[in-house]
């Protein structure tokens, strides 16, 4: 890939990145179609500072549709990079703060925790789209405007508002949408490209290759298996072991079952696939989490699990990642039409069939004991027992129904 075409796709991808429809369609949860201030950095920190940062939901809508806007404006780079910076910060601590608010519940969520959870895709979302643009603006790109760190900072800032678009969603258990992968993969390019992917932020402990890494975990970790607060505690916890991640461009030689990869030209997230005649071609990368999981490992050994996390979920989690998952049997690929049954109509009707059936069995099956047995005891007893398994038939028919 040369600088050509990743600067096309890259602008490509601040039209439709995450598969929203392009900047000009307005959004239904968007509060205004104007920028509340003027593009200039004083107007800006006056409304910044004016803003009722107490009253956290309407604070939050706010900053949506002011990110939803900037996507969509002209601007200069240095603006763009101040504002979203700021709005940024902002909106990830509003985001985490909610978090409270439902982190201990399941879903389906209530219409509160629902628009939440959005509106934190959405601007994360939205972050992502105004860096894709910044990333595009000749300004970026001619190494005269923004210094190696602040480049880095653009950068890592762009691919963890990725992870937290993957945890949202991943949290009323969606997928995200189109062009996400393709965006991602277009943010480590440039980062590649600006020789920025190691370099670590100013302030943090971490760096975009690391960032980079714990996005990838997290789609391998299966998190469709644990509940929201579980959810939450692996994309924590994976924060902290992504630094032992390794991307490689040959399978390596210690592994577990499988090794998942990654082709940089798709749209795709990384997964198990056979690419064993693609080996050390730039584009392909293997990933390696035998170091990260032995670091899980030690700490479950060691009884140094963080207080949000227990041993089941711990347990999962490194069987997931391990690619230890075996079926009993080989899945066979179906083929011609598929057919599906919507709802639990024909299973209801087919288990009271069933019960009907044995019923009919045992009820023959006691006329006959009865007519050996003619005792008046044992008449009774027949009576009695013929009489609790009608009351137990219709009882399930009554539960199945319910």
């Not at 107007?43 to 604070?59: C, E, G, I, P, V």
């Not at 509160?112 to 934190?120: C, I, V």
């Not at 030689?253 to 998942?260: A, D, I, Q, T």
Request: charged share 25%; net charge positive.
């Amino acid at each position: 890939m040369n600088e050509k075409s990743d600067s096309k796709c890259l602008s490509l991808a601040t039209d439709s990145i995450l598969g929203q429809p392009p900047s000009t369609t307005e959004d239904p949860i968007a509060i205004f179609n104007k920028l509340p201030f003027a593009v200039d950095e004083n107007s800006f920190n006056q409304w910044f500072r004016d803003l009722d940062k107490a009253n956290k939901a309407q604070t939050f809508k706010l900053l949506f549709s002011t990110l939803h806007v900037m996507a969509k404006e002209d601007m200069p780079a240095r603006s763009r990079f101040l504002f979203v910076q700021k709005l940024s910060l902002l909106s990830g601590k509003i985001s985490e703060e909610l978090q409270q608010t439902y982190k201990r519940k399941h879903f389906p969520f209530s219409r509160e925790d629902r628009l939440t959870l959005e509106l934190s895709a959405r601007c994360a979302m939205e972050i992502s789209r105004n860096y894709a643009q910044l990333c595009d603006d000749y300004d970026f790109k001619a190494n005269n405007l923004f210094t190696r760190q602040q480049k880095a900072f653009i950068l890592f800032d762009a691919i963890q508002a990725q992870t937290k678009v993957l945890l949202y969603r991943s949290l009323i258990y969606e997928k995200p949408k189109k062009r996400f992968w393709h965006s991602c993969y277009l943010f480590y390019l440039s980062a590649k490209k600006n020789d920025v992917i190691n370099l670590a932020i100013e302030g943090k402990r971490s760096s975009f290759i690391n960032k980079f890494k714990q996005l990838l975990m997290f789609e391998l970790s299966n998190v469709q298996q644990f509940t929201t607060e579980e959810i939450l505690a692996v994309f924590r916890l994976l924060n902290n072991v992504s630094d032992q991640v390794c991307l490689l461009t040959k399978v390596p030689e210690k592994k577990y079952k499988g090794v998942p990869s990654l082709d940089l030209r798709k749209d795709e997230p990384p997964a198990l696939v056979d690419r064993e005649d693609e080996q050390g071609q730039p584009y392909i990368f293997y990933i390696s989490a035998i170091s990260a999981i032995k670091r899980l490992i030690e700490a479950l050994s060691n009884k140094k699990i963080p207080a949000d996390c227990n041993k089941s979920m711990f347990l999962r989690l490194i069987k997931t990642l391990s690619m230890n998952q075996q079926r009993k049997t080989d899945r066979e690929l179906a083929s011609g039409d598929l057919f599906a049954v919507i709802g639990f109509d024909e299973i209801e009707a087919f288990i009271i069939d069933n019960k009907k059936k044995q019923m009919g069995i045992l009820i023959r099956f006691l006329m006959i004991w009865e007519v050996l047995n003619r005792t008046l005891f044992k008449r009774w007893m027949l009576d009695h027992i013929v009489l609790q398994l009608m009351i137990f038939g219709m009882t399930n028919k009554l539960i199945l129904r319910l």
